[in-house]
């Protein structure tokens, strides 16, 4: 985690660089949904599961912002990758992204309590039935 938070999170916009080199180098400042997202779910459940620690937390915190406010297109559809201000390179692809989403926020729920976390996940899950519904 010290490679993480030293290499990969972005403190000036909001959630983390998933494309880094093993000498700690950004490869790419497209930030990937399923990954931030996926890192959600890491730092809530370090700081819940293993050690409370204001170092995870916070990173959790910049990763809910950030998702809660790139994150979703119209539709409420969670979008497959951002730039590094969050403004959308490839949308809703699929429920890939979504899937992780539900995951973290929930995770990050049980981490703070906030329960704007579980109502996106929620609203994420009623989301993701209704397009799971639809043929095709």
């Not at 030293?6 to 880094?20: E, Q, S, T, Y």
């Not at 180098?25 to 959600?40: D, G, M, T, V």
């Not at 201000?85 to 929930?106: H, K, P, W």
Request: glycine fraction near 8%; proline fraction near 3%.
């Amino acid at each position: 985690m010290p490679f993480w938070m030293r290499h990969a999170i972005d403190r000036k916009n909001g959630g983390l660089f998933p494309c880094i080199s093993d000498e700690g180098e950004i490869q790419s400042r497209e930030k990937f949904l399923w990954s931030q997202a996926r890192a959600l779910w890491t730092f809530s459940a370090l700081h819940r599961r293993v050690e409370p620690s204001d170092e995870w937390l916070a990173a959790a915190d910049g990763l809910f912002e950030f998702l809660r406010a790139h994150g979703r297109d119209e539709q409420g559809n969670w979008v497959f990758a951002t730039d590094e201000l969050g403004a959308v390179t490839r949308g809703a692809e699929s429920i890939f992204a979504d899937a992780f989403a539900i995951l973290g926020l929930v995770e990050y729920f049980h981490a703070t309590g906030k329960s704007e976390a579980l109502d996106l996940a929620l609203e994420t899950s009623r989301t993701v039935r209704a397009r799971l519904a639809k043929p095709g």
